[in-house]
C-alpha cells in the first residue's frame, strides 16, 4: 500500500534555529500532500496544503514566511520551521491523498527550548 | 464550516469490555466519515469509513455507522484487547474542499489486560 516515510521523528533545536521535516512517499507519487498540527491534547489542524511544482496553500492564521513548504517533487514535501520558538513545539505530520484514500507520515515531535 | 466533536478521554478499560467513542459532526454537503487509529510511535491508520447515509464502516472488530438523522459516526467494538490501546480520531471529508480532512481531538483508549 501507499506510504509515507516522515523524517525526523523527533528532534529538539535551540530557539532562533530552523527544522526541517521531510516527508517522502515511498511507491507513489504524491501530487499533493497536506501539513498538520497537533497541540497536546487537542485535534490535527490543517496547516497548508503542498502542491508539486507550485506554492504551498496556507490555511488562515498560518504564518508561510514562519513555516516554509516547499513540494519540488513528486515524491518529497518538505516542511521548514524558520528561527523556532517555544511556542513552535508541537507535533507536526503530513499526509498525502491517494486513490485508495489519505495515508499519514508518522509525525515528528518537534520541541524547542 | 465543518467540524468534528469527539468524546473526551482518556478511556481506560479491562480486555473483553464494550468500548464505545462517540462522534458528531457538523459539516456542508455530503461528508464522508473516518474513523482513524494511532497507535503509540505510529503515524495514522485509517480504521475504517462510510460514504453515505446508513453505510456501516468495519473494520478489526470495530464498527462505526452514518447517521445522518443525529450527525453522528459513533465507533464500537464490543469486545477489545490491549493490542486495542491507541488514540482514535473522528475526521470528516466533504469532498468539496480539496479533499481536506477535518479531525476531532482524539480520543486515548487504555486497554488494560
Known amino acids: 500500500g501507499a506510504v509515507v516515510s516522515q523524517h525526523p521523528s523527533r528532534v529538539i533545536c535551540k530557539s532562533g534555529t530552523s527544522v526541517k521535516i521531510e516527508c517522502r512517499s515511498l511507491?507513489?507519487?504524491?501530487?499533493?500532500m497536506f501539513w498538520y498540527r497537533q497541540f497536546p491534547k487537542q485535534s490535527l489542524m490543517l496547516m497548508a496544503t503542498s502542491n508539486e511544482g507550485s506554492k504551498a496553500t496556507y490555511e488562515q492564521g498560518v504564518e508561510k514566511d514562519k513555516f516554509l513548504i516547499n513540494h519540488a517533487s513528486l515524491t518529497l514535501s518538505t516542511l521548514t520551521v524558520t528561527s523556532a520558538h517555544p511556542e513552535d513545539s508541537s507535533f507536526y505530520i503530513c499526509?498525502?491523498?491517494?486513490?485508495?484514500?489519505?495515508?499519514f507520515g508518522s509525525g515528528t515531535r518537534l520541541t524547542v527550548v | 464550516g465543518n467540524s468534528v466533536t469527539q468524546m473526551e478521554g482518556p478511556v481506560t478499560l479491562s480486555e473483553e469490555a464494550f468500548l464505545t467513542i462517540n462522534c458528531t459532526y457538523t459539516a456542508t454537503g455530503y461528508p464522508s466519515l473516518f474513523w482513524y487509529v494511532q497507535y503509540p510511535g505510529e503515524g495514522l491508520q485509517l480504521l475504517l469509513k462510510?460514504?453515505?447515509?446508513?453505510d456501516k464502516g468495519s473494520n478489526k472488530g470495530f464498527e462505526a455507522t452514518y447517521r445522518k438523522e443525529t450527525t453522528s459516526f459513533h465507533l464500537e467494538k464490543g469486545s477489545v484487547q490491549v493490542s486495542d490501546s491507541a488514540v482514535y480520531f473522528c475526521?470528516?471529508?466533504?469532498?468539496?474542499?480539496?479533499?481536506?480532512?477535518?479531525f476531532g481531538a482524539g480520543t486515548t483508549v487504555t486497554v488494560r489486560a
Open positions: 475526521a470528516l471529508d466533504t469532498r468539496s474542499n480539496d479533499y481536506k480532512l477535518s
Open positions: 511507491d507513489f507519487q504524491a501530487t499533493t
Open positions: 499526509s498525502a491523498s491517494t486513490i485508495h484514500g489519505y495515508t
Open positions: 462510510a460514504t453515505k447515509a446508513d
